[in-house]
């Protein structure tokens, strides 16, 4: 079974500075994709950004963008101009991959890290 | 944009008492799935619902059932309320016939058992 570790349980960053949550994982498949997700305070759950691990260039949305280590198995999100609407409980997530037609695709996912943004 | 929708928001119930908690997505999806969230641990998958027809066990499904009506409506149910079954419980949907589909999630319900 696939393990997804935060051993960040908070950060805190000040606004308009640049912020990194961290995220390993253990598995043993080799094709698989990782999710970020955003859950502020009003409980909805965010997708933030996605990579698929056969791609080698770290995806990136707007101020967000990854560092994804395949051999490392880590994944870790980085935050760039933190504005104040950035906080929130973010959660990094794996999914293993099937191709076969009407397979569910579950999600495992980490434990969370809270981040505060201070003005 | 409706998306995934949960009903009830909010629900206390006593120990013993059973409750359905209902879910439905109109982005055709074929995929529901049934997750947890308590403190410190993330969300828990508790059963999915691979297409129309058929449900599997997730990580913690003791204490639930589901029931896949449609395509569209995916419900949980608890038979008989325990302390240890409050939490936040969040229902996702995904188009699994394409395998870079990610999961779209309710807005959850926050359930408390007295």
Redesign the interface.
């Known amino acids: 079974a696939q393990t997804v570790t935060q051993s960040q349980p908070e950060m805190s960053v000040q606004e308009a500075e640049t912020v990194t949550l961290s995220c390993t994982y253990d598995t043993s498949e080799s094709d698989y994709y990782l999710f970020w997700y955003k859950q502020p305070p009003s409980r909805q759950m965010i997708l933030v950004i996605r990579q698929e691990a056969y791609k080698q260039q770290n995806a990136t949305e707007n101020r967000f963008s990854v560092n994804f280590q395949k051999a490392a198995k880590s994944f870790s999100l980085k935050i760039s101009d933190s504005q104040l609407g950035d906080a929130a409980m973010y959660f990094c997530a794996y999914r293993s991959e099937t191709r076969n037609t009407g397979t569910a695709s579950k999600l495992t996912f980490g434990t969370g890290t809270r981040l505060q943004v201070t003005l | 944009n409706a998306g995934v929708t949960q009903t009830p928001k909010f629900q206390v119930l006593k120990t013993g008492q059973s409750m359905t908690l209902q879910c439905a997505q109109d982005m055709n999806h074929?995929?529901m799935?049934w997750y947890r969230q308590d403190p410190?641990?993330?969300?828990?998958?508790i059963y999915?619902?691979?297409?129309e027809g058929t449900t599997?066990k997730?990580e913690v499904p003791n204490g639930y059932n589901v029931s896949r009506l449609n395509k569209r409506e995916f419900s949980l149910r608890l038979e008989s309320a325990a302390p240890s079954q409050t939490s936040?419980y969040?229902c996702?949907s995904?188009r699994?016939?394409r395998?870079?589909q990610?999961?779209?999630?309710g807005?959850?319900t926050?359930l408390s058992i007295l």
């Open positions: 074929n995929s799935y410190g641990m993330g969300l828990r998958l999915y619902s691979a297409s599997d997730g936040v969040f996702a995904t699994s016939d395998w870079n990610p999961q779209h999630f807005d959850g926050r």
